[in-house]
T-cell receptor
């Protein structure tokens, strides 16, 4: 069974631009979550989607948004990029979203210059 | 406000010995806990989980212990192997598992 696929793997953007990251979950997984990893901060929760509905959102500004499609694939968008948005963005999928482990993709490394 | 803490940034262990990684949490509502291993340039890989109704869960060389009164969990790796060298994260969630809180990780080095 294929794992979680994230594209692209690397991205370089300029401050003020916007970016869209893509995630394909494991087949059969209906819950998709997004996390941001920065040095020394661990993984910070961005949001979680289940059946195209956002069920939970972390403490990030409104510049960070996401959506989930009917095939469970998900996208994350960051508008008006800031230098501090440089991070590894990780997507994870799980079977039911509750009491099921998260399975992560390899992430998208975003660099904002 | 870090609700899940891994106070040891790094740990070195001889091959064949036991590795013990620790994790503390502050939210008494957490009832589902996970451990992940992460290699550079890869996403975290799920290792083992435990729910609050248990105090121990084993999977091969990996055992997780949960002490709810102390709000503490630990991961034991026995015997440790050089391939276990990686960063280990603990994570916790409450109720529905929609949102996980992660620790900042412990870098384990297993010395051959």
């Amino acid at each position: 069974k294929a794992g979680v696929t994230q594209t692209p793997r690397y991205l370089i953007k300029t401050r003020g631009q916007q970016v869209t990251l893509s995630c394909s979950p494991i087949s059969g997984h209906r819950s998709v979550s997004w996390y941001q990893q920065t040095p020394g901060q661990g993984l910070q929760f961005l949001f979680e989607y289940f059946s195209e509905t956002q069920r939970n959102k972390g403490n990030f500004p409104g510049r960070f948004s996401g959506r989930q499609f009917s095939n469970s694939r998900s996208e994350m968008n960051v508008s008006t990029l800031e230098l501090g948005d440089s991070a590894l963005y990780l997507c994870a999928s799980s079977l039911a979203g509750g009491y099921s482990p998260l399975h992560f993709g390899n992430g998208t490394r975003l660099t904002v210059t | 406000d870090q609700q899940v803490k891994q106070n040891s940034p790094s740990l070195s262990v001889q091959e064949g010995r036991i590795s013990i990684l620790n994790c503390d949490y502050t939210n008494s509502m957490f009832d589902y806990f996970l451990w992940y291993k992460k290699y550079p340039a890869e996403g975290p890989t799920f290792l083992i989980s435990i729910s609050s109704i248990k105090d121990k869960n084993e999977d091969g060389r990996f055992t997780v212990f949960l002490n709810k009164s102390a709000k503490h969990l630990s991961l034991h790796i026995v015997p440790s192997q050089p391939g276990d060298s990686a960063v280990y994260f603990c994570a916790a969630s409450e109720n529905d598992g929609n949102q996980f809180y992660f620790g900042t990780g412990t870098s384990l080095t297993v010395i051959p």
